[in-house]
Structures are given as C-alpha cells and as structure tokens.
C-alpha cells in the first residue's frame, strides 16, 4: 500500500498567516491518521518578497502551535532540498522537456504587447488574458528572436477546447472549460518557476498523494491536471478545504482582520487552544465536541466531516475557549507561570524602564503609562481620533495608507515608524506635530499622553500595532475596498492632499 504524504508549502513573503497553521493541522491530522508523513516545503521563488526573516518566522510560528514535521529545510529528508530557490535547476530541466514535446512553448511577449492585450480586452468586453500570440511561430522564427537575445518565458499549451473534469474528496466533482484558462506561465525570464510548475513538479518528486489546501486553489486545480497530463504522472487526491472567513464573509485578510500567528501569540492566546479553535473551521466532531486534544482529533479524524462552505473566523468564539482552556487546563500555579512567560519578566520589564523612569511620580503610575501594552481592545472616541477636526475619511485614510507603508520594511522599528510618519506628512500634507502624531498616538496608545510613541511601538509589536490600525478604521466606519484601492492608486502619485479637503 502506498504511503500517505501530505505536505504544507508556505512562502516566506510576509508574517506568518494563521490559515498556514489551519491548513498545516489537516494536512498533520490527515497524515498521522494514516500513519503517513507530512512534509514541510518553503517555496521562496518571489526573489522581490520572499526574505529569510520571513521564513524563520514560518518555523517559529508552526513549532509554537507544536506543529511538527518528517520531512523539511531544517531536517532534511529523502527528497530534498526542501527549498524551492535551490532546485531551480530542476524546474528548468521539467520546462524545457514539455517545450520539447511541444507541450509548452516559448513566448515573447513584451510588457508592452501585455499592457496592449489588457486595454484591448477591456474596450472589447472580452475575457482579459494573453491572447497566445506567438503560440505557434516557427523554429525559425524562434531562432531568429533568441539570437537577438529577446526575453521569453514558457508558457503550457492549454487545449483551445473541451474541459477539465476532477474529482474534489470535500467538493465533490469540478468542471471547467479549458476557454477559462491561459496558457500559464512556467517559467518567467529570469529562469525561476512560476507557483505553478514548481508546485507540480515537487509534489510529484516529493511523492506527496493527497493535496490538502484552501479552496482559494480550486481555480488553479486545472492548470496543475493539465501539467500531470502533459508530463504523464498520477495526480494526487485534491480535497480543498473551507475558506477562513473575516465579519464581513470574505476570505480573511489582513488589510481587515489580524492574520499573523504571532497577533494571537503577542495577545496572550494559549497554542492549545488556537489549535482546538482552528479544528472546528469547516469541521464538524464526533457528537459535535467544541473542546478536544489535537490527538484526539487525529484518532477522530475523518475526511466526510468536513464542510462544504466558508468558515466563519470568529475571534469571540476563540477568546471564549481560550478562556476554558484557562480555566480546566491550568493550575494556578500554571496560569502564573504562563503569564510570567508572556509579559510578565525581567526581559520585557527591562524595555519599558527607560520610558517611565522620569515619568513616574509614584509607582503606581506605570500601570497608568504602560497599560496599553497589556490590552487589545483600547477605548477608542470620536474626540480622541478626530485631532484638529479631520473627517472620519482622513483620519481613516493617513491610518490605512500608514499601514501600507510599514509593510514594506521587515521589521518594525521606532526609526521605520518615525519615517513613515513624516512621510504620510508629507503625502496628506498635513502638519506631524498638530494631526499625524496625535492620531498615531491615540491609535497606538489609546490615550492622549502616555511614553514616548516611537520607542512603544517596536515593545508592542509589529502584529498587534496593525491591528490597531485595523481597529480604529473600524471605529471611524471602515474603508471600502474601492476607497482602499483608490488610496493605493493616489499613494502611487505621492499625494493625498486632497483627502484632507474633503
């Protein structure tokens, strides 16, 4: 009987999500239950994202939740490198086979001729897509373009007709028409892999038998059929789980929603009981359990039990049980511990010293100064946010359009976050000392005065900072995505000035 071998594939583009935790416990339970192995895989080919910060970050994020795997980047294994940057050789030999069986192709296209196709299938109404203009030259004509060293990338030659049919093991079957789907990029330029064809061609390499992962992925199902077809190997099971939804029923995101392990980590959350949290996700337990060992989920296990639709992520329901988990799990003795771990010791005591040592009259005074630090939920008001006036729309906007601008460091830093704040000065034009910082200070701190707001930030974290950035948009009435798009495209011409005169 063939071994069972499932694996999780983050990248390391950003701060570790907690549905990478939700998609690795099913892909753990799934395994363990059939006595398989799950195997840790970093695909890290986005060379302008992908950071080795990132990736410790993955390792730390998966371990505290006690996930752990047979196979992987930090322990090897017998189909390795784990690391998709370090078989890039591989990816090519695979491409230029299927270019050689013409099942693939090299594409020329420029970034202009790209731009060109997008306009004219908007003015046309017709499906935008690259239109597989040089789909079929000829030898010569290929020749003649790589002798004058014209860039290409490989592209699938995706059937200009029919449809693709498969078997979902959670959604049962999935048709769609081969019209739907590009002819996909395999290989870009600059000699990496696309998601796509490196995805493929590890999991096939790797032995992995069963595809568990979000159904975000059921789009690019058919792309990866065809490229088993177009190289002859057995396609695995495919079982796409139930989508982590926010409040409002969209997949959740971190532009709303706090997404990073290390939010629930900072805020005081037990591991144990994300995990039990993260289960019921578009899962349903035998005699509908809420409070279970992740073991005892494994030993339960059963594929027919999950769900079909969206999983609602409700952050009330999660602090409810991390609070029986408080109560029926810990000692004491334990909670003390616990809470000594988290905030509560010599390291962390130690930042806050310099930030209140003359600013304290009585001692009593540093719960006043630092107890923002110990919350989530601050009590925000109108007369607290609203500095000198502004609207709900700007002081919205010079959050969200903050927001954007740290995500483009690796680390938050009390300099980042002093740049940043003169720069969206400048962008809203609109005075630092009068309106940004006392917005930035009540957002972060919840109050008028308190320590110095630079040096608080990196304390409180990069996790947490963001959502309170989310939080206070939410209490100002929210951005809409329109207006979150219409910010990114203003952002891009280096002024919002005009956001302040609304």
Known sequence: MKEIRTRIAPSPTGDPHVGTIYIALFNLAFAKKNNGKFILRIEDTDQTRSHSTYEKNIFKSLKWANIHWDEGPDISGPYGPYRQSERLEIYKKYAFQLVEQDKAYKCFAT??????????????GSRIGYDRRYRNLSKEEIKKREDQNQNYVIRLKVPLSGECTF????????TTPFADIDDQVLLKSD????????????DHLMKITHVIRGDEWISSTPKHILLYDAFGWEKPTFMHMPLLCGKDGKKLSKRKNPTSTFFYKDSGFLSDAL????TLMGYSSIDEKEFY??????KNFDVKRIGKSAAFFDIKKLEWINQQYIINSLSEKQLLEKLKNWQFNDDFFEKLIPLCHTRMKKFSDFIELFDFLFINNLNYSDELLLVKNISKEAASSI??????LLEKYDTLTSEVFEKCSFEISDLFKAHHK???????????????FGPPLFKSVPILGRDRVRARFLNAIEFLGGLSNKKSSSLKSMLEKKDLSEIMNK
Do not use: C, W
């Not at 202009?112 to 004219?120: G, N, P």
């Not at 959050?399 to 954007?404: G, N, P, S, T």
């Open 399 to 404: 959050l969200h359009v903050m927001m954007i």
């Open 191 to 202: 000699g990496f892999p696309t998601y796509h064809l490196a995805n493929i061609v590890d």
């Open 434 to 448: 009068k309106i940004i910082m006392p917005l930035l200070f009540a957002t972060i701190q919840g109050k008028k």
């Open 275 to 278: 995990i039990n949290f993260l």
């Open 293 to 298: 060992s992740f073991d005892s989920f494994i």
């Open 111 to 124: 970034k202009e001729e790209l731009k060109e196709m997008r306009e004219v299938a908007m003015k046309t």
């Open 167 to 174: 078997e979902d093991e959670i959604k049962g079957t999935i």
